[in-house]
């Protein structure tokens, strides 16, 4: 497996609130994007990221039908029990969106509106769903896809890790095989760019992880960068 990594504060932000969680040995990666106008986030999504970490160390898979989901909902409880003991760090919250890549499968976890991609036979395909207002609202037929890109309701989570003791999880898992990409990644990167501007610049430099996620970064940086932007590149071989 390779792997590529890259983080951006973006061009707005005073600092960067992304954290991020790679441990190729065990096939572990996440992203954790810490509640923008919170105090804290940089706080909770590094708490998140430690924890995440610290659980699937004692909990391998194998041992869980849900591997992740038990590491995120310890995440959840961390963040939550920090922010109502910290008055400094209350209301702090981060998104969670977890990979692990086991026995030729990926398992996802999720919370909050990083993103997950697939990449397989020149096509992308996006795994996790937003827990934003604005996706609640195309769901329900309010709201068009194309308009929920530069809705303002696309920047209100109705989901989040340390919102609350417990928090629902979205899981799932899906088969993997030599060549297939999977593309972890804050909202930052997917706010800017689509899916099929993703693939586009996967084609353009097909193999070279670095260039391809340097590429995405730079181009949304180019579209503004009013947000941190962090993404994970994985190539299965």
């Not at 760090?89 to 509106?113: C, I, K, S, Y």
């Not at 928090?167 to 909202?187: F, H, K, R, Y």
Request: a negative charge; one cysteine or more; proline letters at 4%.
């Amino acid at each position: 497996m390779k792997v590529s990594v890259v983080t951006d504060t973006g061009k707005i932000r005073p600092r960067n609130e992304d954290s991020y969680l790679v441990d190729t040995a065990r096939g572990l990666f996440a992203v954790c994007d810490g509640m923008g106008g919170h105090r804290g986030g940089d706080v909770a999504s590094r708490l998140a990221v430690r924890t995440i970490h610290a659980w699937i160390k004692e909990n391998p898979p194998g041992q869980s039908i849900t591997p992740l989901e038990g590491a995120i909902q310890q995440a959840n409880l961390k963040v939550w029990e920090e922010s109502q003991t910290n008055p400094d760090l209350h209301d702090m919250g981060t998104t969670a969106t977890v990979a692990l890549v086991w026995e030729n499968r990926l398992f996802m976890g999720h919370v909050g509106d990083s993103a997950l991609f697939r990449i397989r036979n020149n096509q992308i395909e996006k795994l996790s769903r937003d827990h934003t207002l604005a996706e609640q609202m195309v769901s329900k037929g309010l709201l068009s896809e194309e308009d929920s890109r530069s809705s303002a309701y696309n920047h209100i989570l109705t989901r989040a890790i340390g919102i609350a003791p417990r928090v629902e999880v979205d899981s799932c898992q899906v088969p993997l095989s030599p060549g297939d990409a999977v593309l972890i990644c804050s909202d930052g990167l997917s706010d800017l760019l689509t899916p099929q501007d993703m693939l586009a610049i996967y084609r353009n430099y097909t193999n070279d992880l670095d260039k391809i996620a340097q590429e995405m970064v730079q181009t949304a940086l180019a579209r503004g960068g009013y947000d941190n932007i962090t993404l994970i590149l994985l190539l299965i071989d």
